[in-house]
C-alpha cells in the first residue's frame, strides 16, 4: 500500500510538469484486461484527457513486441515472469512497478451445459471430456492463463491426461470464445473473463493453493520516462479513483 502510494504522489508531481511533444497515449495491455481498461480509458478521457490507445493481446506476445521496440508507454501483464522479461533488458523505468490487482482461475463450460464438477486433487477431468473433447485454455508454453492452468492441473494430479487434450489458445479470449462456440466442452480461464460471457457458466473454482497467485503488474516502459501523461495515467489506474472499477469487474485489490 506504501509502494502504490508513493507511485501515485510521484506520478501527480510529474503530471504537474509541462510535457514534451508526443502522440497518443499507447497502453500494451493483457487480453484479460480488455473490459476494465476500456471503462477506466472512457472515464480518463471524460476528465478531459486524451483517449489512450489500447493494445490488448497475450502478455507473451506484447513483451515480446516492447523489446523489439513496439512504441508501448506501459506494460501491463498478466503475470509477474513477463515483466520480468521486459525489466531483465531494462525497458522498465525504475521504481514505476507496481502489482495492483489480482485474479481468480475458473472451469467454465457453454451457458446451456448441465456439467457439475468439484476440483480437488485426484478429480478425473479426462472423464469429462468424453472420447474427443478438449478443455481451452491459454498455451501453457507461453500464455499467462495457461500457465496457470497448467500449474493447476499438475497439483491435481490431472496434468498428463489433460495436456494432450488441451486446445491452446493464443490468450484467454480466444480459449473463451472457443467454448462459448461449444467448440470445446470446457475452459479454463479467469474469474473476470468468465463473468463478462453471456456464453458461458462457471463450473467450479481452482482452489488458490493450486496455482501461484494471479497478480498483474503494471509499469512505465523507458521510452516514457518522460511523458507525463503516461506517468499520469498510470497513477490513476493504480490510485483510488480506479479501485471501484477493478473491484465491480471482479479483480482483487493487492494488500
Request: hydrophobic share 50%.
Amino acid at each position: 500500500m506504501l509502494r502504490r502510494r508513493l507511485l501515485a504522489a510521484a506520478t501527480a508531481a510529474l503530471a504537474a510538469r509541462p510535457a514534451r511533444a508526443q502522440g497518443p497515449l499507447t497502453v500494451f495491455a493483457a487480453a484479460s484486461l480488455t473490459d476494465a481498461l476500456r471503462d477506466l480509458g472512457a472515464q480518463w478521457q471524460a476528465r478531459g484527457n486524451p483517449p489512450p490507445r489500447f493494445s490488448f493481446a497475450a502478455s507473451s506476445a506484447l513483451a515480446r513486441q516492447i523489446e523489439q521496440g513496439a512504441p508501448a508507454d506501459i506494460f501491463m501483464s498478466a503475470d509477474e515472469p513477463w515483466m520480468d522479461h521486459v525489466q531483465q533488458r531494462d525497458l522498465v523505468v525504475a521504481g514505476t512497478r507496481v502489482s495492483p490487482i489480482g485474479n481468480s482461475l475458473v472451469l467454465v463450460a457453454p451457458a446451456d451445459s448441465n456439467a457439475r464438477v468439484t476440483l480437488a486433487r485426484g478429480t478425473d477431468l479426462l472423464a469429462l471430456l468424453g472420447p474427443a473433447g478438449r478443455i481451452a485454455t491459454g498455451d501453457p508454453a507461453h500464455v499467462p492463463v495457461g500457465r496457470y492452468a497448467q500449474a493447476a492441473l499438475e497439483w491435481m494430479g490431472q496434468w498428463p491426461a489433460i495436456a494432450p487434450r488441451l486446445a491452446r489458445a493464443d490468450n484467454v479470449r480466444a480459449a473463451l470464445l472457443l467454448v462459448e462456440r461449444g467448440e470445446a466442452p470446457f475452459g479454463i480461464v479467469y474469474a473476470t473473463d468468465a463473468a463478462v460471457s453471456r456464453g458461458v457458466r462457471v463450473v467450479a473454482s481452482f482452489p488458490a493453493e493450486s496455482h501461484m497467485p494471479i497478480t498483474y503488474p503494471f509499469a512505465l516502459m523507458r521510452r516514457a520516462a518522460g511523458n507525463a501523461a503516461a506517468h499520469a495515467f498510470l497513477g490513476f489506474v493504480t490510485g483510488p479513483e480506479a479501485a471501484s472499477t477493478w473491484q465491480r469487474l471482479g479483480f482483487a485489490l493487492a494488500r
